[in-house]
C-alpha cells in the first residue's frame, strides 16, 4: 500500500531513503549548503513526546533526517517483545511527518556509521540524554558541528504506553 505524504519539500529524493539515496541526498544537500539536522531512534509507537521532540529539531535546520533502528536492533535495545511495529511501518510513519523530511533504517548498535555518512551540521537527542552521552558527538564537534539534548516531557514514553494498555 502506497502512502501519500505531505507535500515533499525535497522531491528529488524520497521520503525513507536507503544507503544509496541516503548518500546522494546528503551530498546534495551539503553543496547547497542545506543545514542537516540528525537524530535517531525505535520510534516503536509514536506519541506527543516524539511529536514535540521531532518538531523543536526540524527548527535547528533545514532538513531533518531520522535514523531509524532496525527490527532486529530494537530487540537487542528494548528486548524480545519489542518492537511493536515492523521497522519499514515505523519509518514510513515518521516520513509522513511535516517535520521529518527523511528517514532511514540502520541495523548497527548505534548510529555512529550513519552519522558520519552524512556530517550533519547538528546531531540531537532528546532531553533524556546528556550531551556528551549523545553518540557521535565527538565526531559532530570535531568540525565544528552542534550537539543539542532537546526538551523531554516527563511521564511520556513508548515503554510507559506499553504498560498502561496492558492494566
Not at 121 to 132: E, F, I, S
Amino acid at each position: 500500500m502506497a502512502l501519500t505524504y505531505l507535500k515533499n519539500p525535497m522531491p528529488e529524493f524520497p521520503r525513507v531513503l536507503n544507503s544509496e539515496t541516503l548518500s546522494k541526498a546528503v551530498s546534495h544537500y551539503h553543496s547547497e549548503n542545506k543545514k542537516i539536522v540528525f537524530t535517531n531512534g525505535c520510534f516503536d509507537l509514536l506519541h506527543i513526546g516524539h511529536i514535540t521532540y521531532l518538531e523543536e529539531a526540524k527548527k535547528l535546520g533545514d532538513v531533518l533526517i531520522v535514523g531509524v533502528n532496525t527490527d532486529d536492533s530494537v530487540k537487542k535495545l528494548k528486548g524480545p517483545s519489542r518492537p511493536i511495529q515492523n521497522e519499514k511501518d515505523r519509518a514510513e510513519i515518521l516520513a509522513a511527518l511535516k517535520a521529518v523530511d527523511h528517514c532511514v533504517l540502520f541495523s548497527e548498535e548505534t548510529p555512529l556509521t550513519l552519522i558520519q555518512n552524512i556530517k550533519p551540521n547538528t546531531l540531537v537527542k532528546g532531553g533524556d540524554w546528556k550531551t556528551h552521552q549523545i553518540v557521535g558527538s565527538d565526531f559532530v564537534l570535531s568540525y565544528g558541528g552542534s550537539v543539542k539534548s532537546l526538551n523531554f516531557v516527563d511521564g511520556i514514553s513508548t515503554s510507559a504506553l506499553i504498560n498502561k494498555s496492558k492494566n
